[in-house]
């Protein structure tokens, strides 16, 4: 006997929601998302106000929406706001930290932090009225409680992280993205598996009043720094115009 032909998982749909716009305004909007973006700096000052948790939650769905890897999502953010739990974050991040800039990190790498003027103290992880914590999932879990393997995690998360920035930004709100190094401390204070990578710890608030920030953090790479303009193969690369 023949098997009945399996249903296609492949469900096509019109694209929604698409808007092309006249190439003037495109221009206009490309400009505009620039500037604005632009304007986003790396707070380390928080002021101790809170922050409605429906604009954090707005923002969240914004990084929800992220490309992945086969669309599986493979991310968890884990929003801390509760003080005792910040208290803990911040002991177990600076405990680690001390250790990184007493010597851990190579001279190299603490050379490249100079300019930041980081060190081991971290009062931001109290001061700010959110945390995330961004997890990677290697694996979910399928209705039938077999593993699923993800694919292009760190890649997906990334893009996701870029996402919730973006947001936050656009919502009016200061961030960090904090590494503490290693963060593995992260799974326990946030209840998460250990099948679940820490990735990194996003401090989320108003810029406390004065906060000031490093000029280094400003200076952004030219164009012709990041990016080439390919003509031809075989041909010179031209120079962007
Ligand atoms: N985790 C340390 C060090 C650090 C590393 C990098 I790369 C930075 O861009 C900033 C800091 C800290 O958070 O201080």
Known sequence: MSQPPESDPCVLEPLPDYREYPAEEMRERARWFYRDVA??????????????????EQCLLAAGTAPSGAN???????????????????????EEEREFYAGRAPQEWRDALAPLGTDENKPFLEDAPV????????HGVRPDGERLKHYYVHE???????FL??????????TLTHTPNPMGFLNECCGRPSSEKPM???????????????????????LEGISSWLGPEGGRTEPTP
Do not use: N
């Not at 002021?47 to 429906?54: K, L, N």
């Not at 998360?157 to 870029?162: D, F, L, P, Q, R």
């Open 72 to 94: 599986q999502q493979p991310w968890h953010f884990a929003v801390v706001t509760d003080p005792v739990r910040k208290k803990k974050i911040r002991e177990a991040a600076e």
């Open 39 to 56: 304007r986003r700096r790396t707070v380390r000052e928080f002021d101790r106000r809170p922050v409605p948790r429906e604009v954090i």
């Open 165 to 174: 920035l973006v947001a936050l930004h656009h919502a009016g709100l200061a």
């Open 200 to 222: 990194i710890l996003l401090v989320v608030g108003y810029p406390a009043p004065g906060c000031r920030v490093p000029v280094h953090g400003g200076i952004k790479k030219p």
């Open 131 to 138: 945390l995330i914590a961004i997890f990677a999932q290697a």
């Open 156 to 162: 997906s998360v990334g893009i996701a992280t870029g």
